[in-house]
C-alpha cells in the first residue's frame, strides 16, 4: 500500500508527533508500503519533485529524540513561508489523496480533537484511528468525564475558563490539593499539581497562556497506570513510576526519566477492574481501532479514571508499543494492525 505518515502539526505535542512519525514510517516500510513522511503544517514548501517519489524518500534522523521543552508554537508559526490561515501546509492534501490510508501520527489539538478527521471525511480520504465525532469528545477532558462518570469512577472536577481576571477568584474558592489542566491538550502539557495557593495561582496563569479553558480536578494520590485498547480488546496495564515529581511532559519522553513496570504488578482481579473499565469508557464514547486509558489505582485498590488518548504515542518510550510487546505483537505487526483495522473501521462507516 501507499500510506502517507501525517506528523508534526501547530500543537505543543509536534515534536511528539515527529518522533511516532519517523518510527511509523521505518516501520511500515520495513513491512513492505511506501511510506511518505510530511509535517502537515510545513508541507511540501521546499519539495519541487513529484509527489510520487516520496513514498520511497529518505527519512530525517532528527526528530527521533525529543525535545525536553515542548515547542514555540508562535516561532513555529513564524517559520512557514505562506502564513496562510490552514493548518495544512503545502500540497499536504494533494499527497494525502495519492494514498491507500493515512496514518495519523499527530497529537495533541492539531490532530487527535477530530478537524483533520472530519476533513478527511469530506474529501473521502481513509485515515486511521477513531472517528472524527468521538475524536473530538475523547479530546475535551471535561465532556469526556461527564459522558463517562456513569460507567466508571472519576475524580471530581471543575471547568473553568482561566483568564487574568478571574485567577484570584478560582484560587479563593479552590479547596486544595488540585490538579490543573489544559481541557483539550496532552503529553501533560500544562498538567499541575497544586498543593497551595501560590502554585495554584501560577498554574492558572500558565493554562491562561494556553488558552484558558482549564479542568480543576481533585487530586487523587495513588499509582500511575495506563491501560491501551487495540481493536476492542485491552492490552496489559503498564504503571509508570516518575523518578521525580510526576509523569510530566519531559518525564514522559525522556529515556530513564521514569521507570515502566508492564503488565503492571498488581492483582490478577485489579487488572481486569482496570482493563474493563478502559473498554467501559472506549465504547461509550464510540471509539474504533486503538486508544488508551488512564488511571489512578490509589490506596485501598480503587480505580479513578482520568482520560483517554485516541492517537497514543508510538516514540521509542511511548506506553502503547510496550503494552503490545507483553502481549507478543512488535512495533511493526501493531503499526500493520492499527492500518487494517482503520480501513475496515472506515469502510463501516466508524
Known sequence: ???????????????????????????????????????????????????????????????????????????????????????????????????????LALHGTCGEDGRVQAAFDLLGIPYTGAGSLSSAIAMDKDLTKQLVADVVATPGWKTAVCQEG??????????????????????????????????????????AALGGRTVLEEYVKGREVQVGILEGRALPSIEIIPQADFYDYENKYQPGAAVEVCPAEIPPETEQRLQAAALRVYEKLGLSVYARADFILDGAGDIWFLEINTLPGMTPTSLLPQEAAAVGIDYGTLCERIVQASLRARQAGR
Request: glycine share 8%; with cysteine; hydrophobic share 45%.
Open 166 to 207: 478571574n485567577i484570584e477568584e478560582l484560587t479563593a474558592s479552590a479547596r486544595l490539593p488540585l490538579v490543573v489542566k489544559p481541557v483539550d491538550s496532552g503529553s501533560s502539557i500544562g498538567v499541575s499539581i497544586v498543593h497551595t495557593k501560590e502554585d495554584l495561582r501560577e498554574a492558572l496563569r500558565n493554562s
Open 1 to 103: 500500500m501507499k500510506i502517507v505518515v501525517l506528523a508534526g502539526g501547530l500543537s505543543p505535542e509536534r515534536n511528539v508527533s515527529l518522533s511516532t512519525g519517523i518510527m511509523v514510517t521505518e516501520a511500515l516500510r520495513q513491512r513492505g508500503h511506501g511510506a511518505a513522511l510530511v509535517d502537515m503544517f510545513f508541507g511540501l514548501e521546499n519539495y519541487t519533485g513529484p509527489l510520487e517519489a516520496l513514498f520511497s524518500a529518505p527519512v530525517p534522523e532528527d526528530a527521533k529524540r525529543i525535545q525536553p521543552q515542548a515547542p514555540d508554537l508562535v516561532e513555529v508559526k513564524a517559520r512557514r513561508r505562506d502564513q496562510g490561515p490552514s493548518l495544512f501546509g503545502p500540497q499536504v492534501l494533494e499527497l494525502c489523496a495519492l494514498a491507500d490510508v493515512v496514518f
